[in-house]
């Protein structure tokens, strides 16, 4: 099962990748990480997501931890089949 690491406050980056987890029904927890000093996340993260940012998820089917939250929707549509177009559209003449 996916793990979503997120903060307590819902930022934009965070909430778009829950809405995709929503969307795509894929099953997952969340690991609420404590923002002690303001700006750094935990050490112990820093194997997640080398940056310290969230959102980043870990997905032990495929053994990846990803982060940026463009890259995570990008990975949870092609894992679940889901909100990627197929074709690209044709431009008008
Ligand atoms: N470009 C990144 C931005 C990630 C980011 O800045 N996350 C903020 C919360 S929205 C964060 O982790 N702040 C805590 C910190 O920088 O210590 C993304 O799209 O995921």
Known sequence: ???LYTLGSLSPNIRKVTIMLAETA???TVHVLENTAVTRLPLSFSRIN???TVPAIADPDTG???FESGAI???LAEKSGQLLPTELPVAPR
Request: proline share 13%; hydrophobic share 40%; no cysteine.
């Open 26 to 28: 894929l099953p997952y």
């Open 1 to 3: 099962m996916i793990t």
């Open 64 to 66: 990846s931890t990803l």
């Open 50 to 52: 080398p940056n310290a």
């Open 73 to 75: 929707l990008y990975y």
